[in-house]
């Protein structure tokens, strides 16, 4: 590309001449960014695996209604089995948000009620027991939120999944004179954590899962995690590769660190060792219009970090059974038709908002088709429902003009 210079005169012409020249070149080196991806396009767990995912979903609704929005794509887009979730600042949204998600089950009950919760599905996924740890002085000085621990079964097979959020900050410097020092809280709580393990979970295949607030790669006089690494017979972070690898894959950009971990037990080794298990920071705001910037703004500062084992399982209603749905027009001005091919078992839909109030419902239907006035409804996005015997079987989203 050429800048007609031919034309100026004079010493400070030609300046002005240099800096187009500059400024061009600036422009051809700036990285190309394109978003033609979105979070349709975001996948991880398959029927084929079993995914146990971890995500910090900052001061959940960070930045409602948009949250809420993206929170409910992204969870359905992941589509893992098991994730865990951390700071839930606004349980009745989160409530709320449950109501979408068809295919998952919330367990949030908790005495502290500090942001901790699990959504599995369940369909596949059975929920055995959960409970909580270290809830009494003066284990509980070292964890600021109580470690959640759900324990099911998947694939005829049992699993431990103990969800965490130690407390943040400090120097870098762990000093075990000091107890409130912050590195020292972190180190003491996986300390109790590998001591309560070893005794009551010696057999279990465990994951241990969440922000644990630290990196993975300090000094042995300085690691918090330590009683975890100097074990490798018995423990391994999965996510170790991303924590030892490219920045641009570690799970808080905005440092930059990788803080949110998935720490496995020898009884999961062999699994993992398999091909197709895989470790990964899901980098959700690729498939974003705006990149992390938009993610940050409206989601969270954490991306989310997954793992996946090959263990395939289905336990849900057989698929023959499940109506395929298609929904017409979207947008939609004042009539929603949606249409089902199996009329004997779609028996009702549901209009909701996206804070989950009831505004319509429609219940009579011929032959499986159904059409539903939208006209009182504001401009927005909404979700219809099907029920199929009391039980939800799929959730449309649309827009109303």
């Not at 038709?337 to 429609?362: K, R």
């Amino acid at each position: 590309m050429q800048v007609g210079c031919s034309r100026l005169n004079g010493w400070f012409n030609v300046y002005i001449c240099s800096m187009l020249h500059k400024y061009l070149v600036f422009l051809l080196l700036l990285p190309f960014t394109s978003y033609t991806q979105s979070l349709d396009d975001l996948s991880f767990g398959s029927d084929d695996s079993f995914e146990v995912v971890t995500w910090n979903i900052e001061n959940f609704p960070k930045n409602e209604p948009a949250t809420l929005q993206y929170v409910l794509e992204i969870i359905e887009a992941i589509d893992a089995d098991i994730i865990a979730i951390q700071e839930i600042q606004n349980y009745p949204i989160l409530d709320n948000l449950d109501t979408f998600l068809d295919d998952y089950t919330l367990y949030s009950q908790s005495l502290d009620r500090a942001g901790l919760v699990f959504l599995y599905k369940h369909e596949v996924v059975e929920l055995n027991s959960a409970y909580e740890l270290f809830t009494q002085a003066p284990e509980w000085n070292n964890f600021p939120r109580f470690p959640m621990v759900i324990e099911v079964t998947y694939a005829n097979q049992d699993f431990v999944i103990i969800n965490n959020h130690y407390k943040c900050c400090g120097n870098g410097l762990l000093d075990l004179d000091d107890p409130w020092d912050q590195e020292t809280r972190r180190y003491t709580a996986n300390l109790l954590l590998k001591q309560y393990i070893d005794t009551n979970l010696s057999s279990a295949a465990v994951f241990v899962v969440g922000d644990l607030n630290d990196i993975l790669t300090d000094p042995d006089p300085h690691n918090v995690f330590s009683p975890f690494l100097n074990d490798p017979e018995s423990y391994l972070f999965a996510d170790m590769d991303i924590a030892q690898g490219s920045v641009s894959n570690w799970s808080f950009p905005n440092w930059p660190s990788h803080l949110d971990h998935i720490l496995i037990t020898n009884e999961l080794f062999e699994l993992y060792a398999m091909p197709g298990a895989v470790t990964q920071t899901i980098k959700v705001d690729s498939y974003l219009q705006g990149g992390f910037n938009e993610y940050d703004q409206n989601v969270s500062d954490h991306r989310p970090v997954g793992i996946s084992l090959p263990l395939g399982q289905d336990l849900g209603i057989a698929s023959a059974l499940k109506p395929s749905v298609t929904s017409y027009p979207n947008p939609v001005d004042d009539v929603l038709f949606v249409n089902t091919s199996n009329s004997n078992t779609t028996d009702a839909v549901f209009v909701f908002d996206m804070m989950g109030n009831t505004l319509l419902q429609d219940s009579q239907s011929a032959n499986g088709f159904f059409a539903i006035d939208v006209c009182s409804l504001s401009s927005g996005l909404y979700l219809a429902k099907l029920y199929q015997k009391g039980v939800v079987v799929k959730t449309i989203k649309f827009i109303k003009k």
